[in-house]
């Protein structure tokens, strides 16, 4: 027994270890990743006034990126597998951070079209890679707690884009270049930078972290084999080759589809805002390219508070579909009033809204970690993913084409609130286990196993 609690106490340092040392290397690099994937937002009009690129070939220049995302993710994901998480989130940082950069040198529609599609397909895999990371390094007790705050530095990496892009658009006329020259190139080169860095940064693998030491690496390999083999029990026609073909019937389950549906609605939500959120605050009188780029910054900053406090309610229930539930009407009531409010109410409303939408996202991947089988889990979470990204194309575009033909948004934001209210309804027909929290698998150091059964919901 003695030795069951030391591993015990080596796992829970290692692991500790891990949240302080790699997860804020996570943390930059989603900051580059929103960075460039919204930075047209607060280009938007001045696209327009200097290429030529009007509101419908921006919506849908700005969804092209979703197309290739979706295209790519699970390829992406299969490439990820063989060359391994570190290699492959390096590729993916400085290959997107290159399409950002010759974003400053975009002359015509075509050409913004095209670099947006390579835009997407540069990135795909990034999101399925950092959590197959986490599969990699965090115990199954821990991997929600990892995901979740990973999911919720989405929200601050928003509210920094905003200020950010404000300040590098200012920079109107320096050394020659436009201040949208200025946004697309620094935040490229920045990405390519980062990237970089970020192979010498991360570990492949637990027995090459200098940072652990020989007996939490030990307590550490030892929890994560131990979850792997009661998560790849041999099926009796070939082993790993019949979890494969298991793995791929899995998902034709139509509880996979139904959350790819719910994601969509999630993701119509987040996008319409990322990309539309700054062309609705210039429409508050007397607003500027910096202070666009700080108003901006309100709606993300109230939902980085708002994730923090549904993260608390969530480590309480039983049942996650609930707060989901409340999370996605809030995002409808929000859009909606929104809708109808002066310029100014209305970036209150889209507050509000931010809180509900951001907030269901965590909520929503307890949901496959909990209701779906282990073997179906990984690559369920790439087709959720990217079928539920399609969103980011429906709405910029959707958006896009409602500006253009009727000059407001308005139309949109009442679509944007009946699907959430369509998302809320759909929630109910989800399964998930409710079962409580139980000590994780712990595999001592000197390897003599003890096992006990992992929570329902990391299961």
């Not at 095209?114 to 991997?143: D, K, M, N, T």
């Not at 039983?318 to 929000?334: E, H, W, Y």
Request: proline share 5%.
């Amino acid at each position: 027994m003695q030795s069951v609690d030391i591993a015990v106490t080596d796992l829970a340092s290692a692991t500790k270890k891990f949240f302080r040392r790699v997860l804020p290397i996570m943390l930059v690099m989603l900051v580059c990743n929103q960075l460039n994937r919204s930075n047209i937002g607060y280009a938007h009009e001045h696209l327009e006034a200097d290429v030529g690129i009007g509101a419908a070939a921006y919506g849908f220049g700005a969804g092209l990126f979703f197309i290739a995302y979706a295209i790519f993710e699970l390829p992406s994901n299969v490439m990820m597998e063989k060359f391994g998480a570190r290699v492959w989130l390096t590729r993916i940082m400085v290959s997107w951070g290159i399409v950002s950069f010759l974003m400053a040198f975009v002359q015509n529609e075509m050409m913004f079209y095209v670099l947006r599609f390579l835009l997407g397909a540069a990135e795909a895999g990034f999101f399925p890679a950092v959590i197959f990371y986490f599969a990699r390094w965090v115990p199954a007790g821990q991997r929600g707690k990892a995901t979740a705050i990973f999911i919720a530095g989405s929200s601050v990496a928003a509210a920094l884009s905003g200020p950010i892009a404000g300040m590098l658009l200012s920079l109107q006329g320096a050394l020659g270049f436009r201040g949208w020259q200025w946004l697309f190139g620094f935040e490229g080169l920045l990405s390519v930078v980062v990237g970089i860095t970020v192979y010498f940064l991360l570990d492949a693998r637990i027995e090459d972290a200098k940072w652990l030491t020989l007996k939490e690496k030990a307590a550490l390999i030892g929890a994560i084999a131990s979850e792997d083999a009661r998560h790849n029990p041999a099926t009796g026609k070939g082993g790993e080759q019949g979890n494969k073909v298991n793995r791929w019937k899995m998902l034709l389950n139509p509880q996979i589809l139904l959350l790819c549906g719910i994601y969509f609605s999630v993701q119509l939500s987040i996008y319409a805002n990322t990309f539309w959120l700054p062309s609705i605050v210039k429409q508050i009188p007397g607003t500027t390219d910096l202070s666009v780029g700080f108003l901006s910054a309100i709606p993300w900053v109230c939902a980085v508070v708002a994730m923090y406090f549904a993260a608390k309610w969530q480590d309480k229930a039983t049942s996650k579909r609930p707060l989901l539930v409340v999370a996605l009407l809030v995002a409808a009531v929000g859009t909606f009033a929104a809708a109808v409010a002066t310029p100014v109410l209305a970036l209150v409303f889209l507050a509000v809204a931010a809180m509900g939408f951001k907030s269901a996202s965590p909520l929503f991947w307890t949901i496959p970690q909990s209701g779906l089988h282990p073997l179906v889990l990984a690559p369920a979470i790439a087709v959720i993913n990217s079928l539920g990204n399609l969103g980011g194309f429906v709405a910029p575009f959707g958006f896009g084409i409602i500006k253009e033909q009727t000059g407001s948004v308005v139309p949109g934001l009442f679509a944007l609130a009946a699907a959430s209210t369509l998302a809320a309804g759909l929630v109910y027909f989800l399964k998930e286990r409710t079962t409580t929290a139980e000590p994780p698998a712990v595999v001592p150091a000197d390897g003599a196993a003890t096992v006990t059964r992992q929570p329902a919901a990391t299961r």
